[in-house]
């Protein structure tokens, strides 16, 4: 085609047929058809990419000594945050194994260690209650044992000035007869407190039998009434009991609720004087039964109310009721109705006798 060969003359692609081949070494003709091999050869090829590698890897090493650098300063920044709230963390542990109970560990604002303070919190939190109830309990049976002594000293001394007396002959008939009468009187006291005592054990230690049945409610009321109305003849005092007239069923121990009631009746019966009256009073309510006892004795000082259920407290009266008494009556009878899921409070003005309260409330299903 001429003119693709003028075009490619005038780029300088083709030689100038005037012009003679041998101004043309590096041109060479090939005649159609023909094959020919060309060899071409690249002086300094890898001269760029030797330098290239060369920055490069620079580069690189540059780079990770930098990032290494980093590291290590974030690293120690970091350790130095974690450290610093665990070293007062461990610091806190010490002071509270120690004997500290009150100290608790702060927020450090890391999200992991606040955490573990927190636990370390409420571990604290728990143990600390833990000890302070054991230490509760210890004064109390401290406070026990040392109650149990003084009341079994009366008793003990009353007996031995007996036997004494009695062995060395110095009473007659009469005197006799008065200090037997009155060693009966401390047996007595000894056997009941004893019971009570057995009680309390059974009970602090969780193994107080119960038998809970389904029943009227008003038989034991009326079985203890019964049975204490030969003693409120004897003291001159009338006892009055108040049930429904139809069954008040209801889920209970009736050996519990017999001495329940033989409790407070008897402490009412005690301490109310000849010509009082003592009623017990037998209520059905929707969700529980109410049992009243009340009496028209001197009643309890406000001050005492808290204390009425404490075992061994006598009340702050004076007199041959409360000298016969062993405080241990209303403890029982608390722990008793505590036992069946119920409530017993006290009420009283002075100069016009003492209520107590006993509701048993009634479970699903009973009564029907």
Do not use: C
Not at 29 to 49: E, F, H, K, M, P
């Amino acid at each position: 085609d001429p003119a693709a060969d003028a075009a490619l003359r005038e780029q300088g692609l083709l030689p100038d047929p005037e012009v003679a081949p041998q101004s043309y070494p590096d041109v060479l003709r090939v005649s159609a058809g023909s094959s020919v091999q060309l060899i071409y050869t690249v002086r300094d090829v890898y001269t760029n990419r030797v330098a290239t590698l060369q920055r490069v890897n620079g580069t690189l090493v540059g780079a990770g000594m930098a990032a290494l650098a980093v590291s290590v300063l974030v690293g120690i920044v970091v350790a130095r945050r974690l450290t610093g709230p665990l070293a007062r963390l461990r610091r806190v542990s010490g002071r509270f194994a120690g004997g500290e109970l009150d100290v608790r560990a702060p927020q450090f604002g890391i999200v992991e260690v606040d955490e573990l303070g927190r636990q370390f919190n409420v571990m604290a939190d728990r143990l600390s209650d833990s000890l302070r109830l054991l230490a509760a309990d210890r004064d109390r049976l401290r406070e026990f044992v040392a109650d149990v002594s003084h009341e079994l000293r009366t008793p003990i001394a009353a007996l031995r000035t007996f036997t004494e007396l009695q062995r060395d002959g110095q009473m007659d008939d009469v005197q006799r007869r008065e200090f037997l009468e009155r060693s009966t009187q401390q047996i007595n006291r000894l056997e009941w407190m004893s019971t009570n005592l057995l009680d309390l054990s059974r009970i602090d230690a969780g193994i107080f039998p119960m038998d809970v049945r389904s029943g009227d409610l008003r038989e034991p009321v009326r079985a203890v009434v019964e049975a204490h109305s030969e003693q409120a003849g004897l003291a001159g005092v009338s006892l009055v009991i108040e049930v429904p007239a139809e069954p008040v069923m209801l889920r209970f121990d009736r050996e519990r609720i017999v001495q329940l009631l033989s409790n407070l009746v008897g402490n009412a019966l005690k301490f109310t004087p000849r010509g009082g009256e003592v009623v017990v009073d037998l209520v059905e309510r929707h969700d529980a039964a109410v049992i009243e006892v009340r009496d028209s004795g001197p009643g309890i000082p406000e001050a005492d109310l808290p204390l009425v259920f404490d075992r061994f407290f006598r009340g702050t009266n004076v007199g041959d009721a409360r000298a016969s008494g062993s405080g241990l009556g209303l403890a029982i009878a608390r722990s008793i109705v505590e036992m069946h899921g119920g409530s017993i409070m006290a009420s009283s003005v002075v100069g016009r006798g003492a209520t107590f309260t006993v509701r048993l409330p009634r479970t699903s299903g009973q009564g029907q």
